[in-house]
């Protein structure tokens, strides 16, 4: 991703996380589509650098069926490996360390659900198991509530980067704490990436706006009624979003300014 500044020169403006650079600040997820075709061709559309996959639930180990590496070249795009589907920290570690075990993959994200029906943070093992990791080597993008308190409990457990929710896992229902974002922006200096509940564009330029690094998308873009148009949506979104952010806003008063000179007129 390019940011235009001063004297209309470009300057490239790349996510880091754990000392990598990635030139888009879309993350895309790999599960809820119809088929993995139609997965890659999603992904290669929003331009992401990174996608998520569900070790626990996304093929990549039996040769006797699709194989999500035919579809995304992972030579070419980062794969995330992340820990859906687990309600403890066992299971969690276990499934992370299986991931190393098949693809030596250290970046991760973490995400343990506290039940089945919300599918919130279960945060006292989202911490336990970052400290573990941490001390395994491992590179921890951590998915979390939006408490700002925990975040920063997080951070000093040695995360690699924060990753509060939106609103729950899939239910698109946008940003529904911007105070809270922006207090965790305040206070972090780790990567902060939106994750779950976005449903929609506008709802990623809201969260680069707040000043987030970043956003993760899966089912608003995997269950849009026209997928590959929403993953060029939420490409633009981000790269516009981002740039409204480093542009700086201007600041909000209650009273009307004149857009026109108001001397030396006729």
């Not at 693809?103 to 336990?128: H, S, Y």
């Not at 008063?253 to 000179?261: D, R």
């Amino acid at each position: 991703m390019f940011i235009l500044l001063e004297a209309g020169k470009l300057t490239r403006d790349n996510l880091v996380i754990a000392n990598k650079k990635f030139s888009s600040r879309l993350i895309v997820g790999t599960g809820k589509y119809k088929n993995m075709s139609e997965c890659a061709k999603a992904i290669k559309l929003s331009g992401a650098d990174i996608v998520t996959v569900a070790v626990r639930r996304v093929n990549i180990t039996d040769k006797k069926k699709p194989l999500l590496m035919d579809y995304i070249d992972p030579k070419k795009i980062t794969y995330l490996p992340n820990t859906a589907g687990c309600f403890n920290s066992k299971d969690a570690l276990r499934t992370l360390r299986l991931a190393r075990e098949i693809g030596g993959w250290k970046l991760v994200k973490l995400e343990v659900l506290g039940d089945k029906k919300n599918l919130f943070p279960e945060m006292i093992e989202t911490l336990k198991s970052t400290e573990i990791l941490t001390k395994e080597g491992f590179k921890v993008m951590v998915y979390c509530n939006d408490d700002p308190l925990m975040a920063k409990r997080l951070e000093n457990s040695g995360a690699s980067a924060i990753m509060p929710l939106a609103a729950p896992i899939g239910s698109g229902l946008g940003i529904l704490n911007k105070v809270n974002i922006k207090i965790i922006r305040s206070q972090t200096k780790l990567p902060l990436i939106i994750d779950a509940g976005l449903g929609q564009a506008s709802d990623a330029v809201m969260a680069m706006e707040l000043g987030c690094d970043g956003v993760l998308v899966n089912t608003a873009i995997a269950k849009a009624k026209k997928p590959f148009d929403m993953a060029l949506a939420f490409k633009h979104a981000v790269i516009s979003g981002r740039k409204s952010f480093i542009s700086g806003r201007i600041e909000k008063i209650l009273m009307g300014s004149p857009s026109s000179p108001t001397e030396g007129i006729i």
